[in-house]
């Protein structure tokens, strides 16, 4: 049985600048520096973080949301691209790992976009990338669907890493692929808010969720599991409701999502984040 170093991991609990690819780039470039500086050996970033979760589909009708999605096309990324070059060059001159979530693009359909996690090695090598199999219920307006060819762990020198991107880890086949590959690190990242029922109506809990699904994992996948979810400002909230009063309070009223690293048992090695910027550390040994 290989045996891998301890080490420190971090998790991003941060927001983009939505539709702003440059500054997201930077400062996900600048997040990489300071969990670099604090020790942290892998350093992981929320679901979709370059550079927006489309969290618009979820509270406007699909008639009025072409704004939105012209904007969120246009700021996708390429792997090959020269945003993603400069996050392996951040990987690189840091010497870490980094797990981050992107709106991929394609130049084969300009409205072809994925929700994709990318693992950078180290040595700035893309290690995997993941394309979410299927979006989730109103995220199937802004993402196309993925493929398995992600499905896979990769061993590296400080652990055999996998990753799955929110709804994902649910799937029992998604996560049993993982695991029967000796998966002993798993990165779950999610979005930032997830409003489902109309105001005043019992809705979806979405903190609740992580924590059991998450949990689960780890418990069952005997792993530690970084959780790395996404942050959502007052002013992506701003500019989301454009001055509609409803659609602001299904923004304010959705649960939020947290990020926290769990050990083997299921329980937090780490502090736990909701309600600001930040990030959390965690010994995975």
Known sequence: MTSYPRFKAAACH?????????????????LIAEAARNGATLVTF?????SSFPVWCGVWAPVDTHEFFAKFAGSAIRI???EMARLREAARRHQVFVSIGINEGTPIS??????????IGDDGTILNRHRKLMPTHWERLAWAPGDGSGLRVVDTSIGRIGALICGENTNALARFALMS????????????????????EAAYDLEASIRLRTGAHAF?????????????????????????????????????????ILGPDGTP??????????IVYGDID
């Open 14 to 30: 941060v927001a983009p600048i939505y539709f702003d690819t440059p500054a997201t780039v930077d400062k996900a470039c600048a």
């Open 46 to 50: 929320p679901e979709a973080y370059i």
């Open 80 to 82: 090959d691209g020269p």
């Open 110 to 119: 300009l409205g072809c976009v994925w929700d994709t996690n990318v693992l």
């Open 181 to 200: 590959q000796g998966e002993s690190v798993h990165i779950s990242c999610f979005s930032p808010r997830y409003p489902t029922h109309p105001p005043g």
């Open 220 to 260: 069952e996948g005997k792993l530690f599991n970084v959780v790395v979810s996404g942050f959502l400002p007052p002013e992506a909230i701003d500019m989301i409701s454009r001055g509609n009063a409803r659609v602001h309070e299904l923004l304010e009223g959705a649960s939020k999502s947290i990020s926290m």
């Open 269 to 278: 090695v780490s502090d736990v984040i909701r309600d600001q910027e930040g």
